[in-house]
């Protein structure tokens, strides 16, 4: 799927038959916590720490969010997606008076205290006899009383009489700044006149009642796959490469059952996600105890040391902050460069000036702690690279997994494959359907080989299978393509095999090298009994 943001405008095209397949971003970045302001428990694409600003409010102390943001961005990433979530915030209400005894009650789409609304109402260019239409202006300002208008909706001709055209409570339905709040009155809301006489229309500006709520918690964090808020408010629309959650506040991390839940989340959305590590790991020796009696460890996590160090703007000072926003940066900005998998010195990029790890890590320390699985952040371009690993290093269900490069490649391969063959969906099955599949896919995985992105064998690096011997005997209206390529160890491969069908695209892991090491053919010769160990893997 290709991607194109310009501000305002989101395209995607689905690779169809005729195209290579494109490649998926590598470097998006999904943050999850508390802000100032803005949208909750929705996914909002930004491509700067100005977009954040202007959507999220920037720098707010209580809200370790927008710092890890900020110093994601200034250590070189490029797109991110935030999802605002809060605590028992409440929305600010707006009251425009009908009668004395009526009003029009409307009320902030967004919780918080920073949400600056007003609104005007007048009847220009309405007839004597239209008595229950009037027109509303609704407005977002910098901050009260200012005249920095952020935002503005404008709704001619609403009427208070729900059989009409263009009755108030279906069309403020559609706005992204307001919404109804109780009865819709009898009469239309008075015109919001100057005092002064003048007819210039005036503005009610929004009352004192929104609440930004407490300190998150876990249970924030995780929210409800059913109503889709907390982490999964990252929809499938939403693909993302990296998970980041800052801690809940600057002196409380994210807890275990916070850090389960997103561990799965990305392993089900082929992401990664990025774990701070405790602010009590304040040297090298407290880090490597510390990751000894850490209770968690995934293949599709990853964690780097130290905290950070770097010029808090609302305090004034200098401060120690979480290094996964700095760490999801500079990931980004190695991967601008070059592809992730050569060289391997990329791994070890150096934090950008400003940013500067909250200890000295010794070389030897370095390769100690990426034994365990700890990455270390650095001020300057270390001279012996060591490569990145996951979370996993030392506990991986599958041992090459433990490099953070192999198991980003592995992620890139599958989920670019399941988006860029789901035209098959709208083609009928048959073996010129599985040709044309094949095909692709073997581009695809050629363009790759050619890159140096597999591991150098003597004989071929991947491989491509979509015939009678994968779809025979399968579900009616579904197409299975298997694919895999070469792992460090010989002898062994990493397979997927990716579905489409009615019921959607899926990819699952299989395991080929079984019968192979059993004095089996290798999955790359036509005479290899594919539809027997696919059969007999996927019925265990």
Known sequence: ?????????????????????????????????????????????????????????GLWQPSTLSYAVEQFFENGGRLARIVRVV????????TLPATRLSALTLEAQCAGTREFLRAAVDYDNLDAGDTDKFNLVVQRVRAPGSEYVEDQEIYPRLSIDPNSPRPVATMLAESGLIRLKGAVPLERPVPTHRGDGRTLAAYVSSNPDGDDGGPLTDYDIIGSAIERTGLFALGDSDPFN?????????DHAVGPSALLVAARFCRDRRALLLLDPPSEWQDPAAALEGIRRFAFSSENAVMYFPWIQTYDRLRGR??????????????ARLDATRPFWTPQELDDGPLRPGLRPACAVPEDWRSRLAGAGINTLQAVRPRHSIGARTLGA???????????????????????????TRWVLFE???????????????????ALEREAAFPAR??????????????????????HVLFGFAALRADEWHCWLVTHGPAGSRAQSVSLNRLQSAGGKPPLDPDFDVATVLQEHLSR
């Open 318 to 331: 200098f401060e120690a902050f979480a290094p996964s926003g700095a760490a999801a940066g500079m990931l």
């Open 242 to 250: 990296f998970l980041c959650i800052p801690p809940l506040t600057r």
């Open 428 to 446: 009928q099955p048959g073996p010129a359907l599985w040709w044309r599949i094949e095909r692709q896919v073997a581009e695809f995985l050629t």
């Open 458 to 479: 003597p004989d071929r690096n991947w491989f491509a299978i979509c015939d009678q011997r994968v779809n025979q005997q399968r579900q009616i209206g579904e197409v």
């Open 394 to 420: 030392s506990r991986a269900t599958v041992p090459d997994w433990r490099y953070l490069g192999l198991r980003r490649l592995a992620l890139l391969v599958v989920a670019s494959i399941e988006r860029g």
């Open 1 to 57: 799927m290709r991607e194109r943001l310009t501000p305002g405008i989101h395209v995607a095209e689905e690779v169809g038959a005729g195209e290579a397949i494109a490649r998926v971003a590598t470097t998006t970045v999904a943050f999850v916590g508390r802000a100032l302001r803005g949208p909750v428990n929705r996914a909002i694409a930004v491509s700067s720490f100005a977009d954040f600003q202007a959507v999220f409010g």
């Open 87 to 94: 605590n028992g915030g409440r929305t600010a209400t707006l």
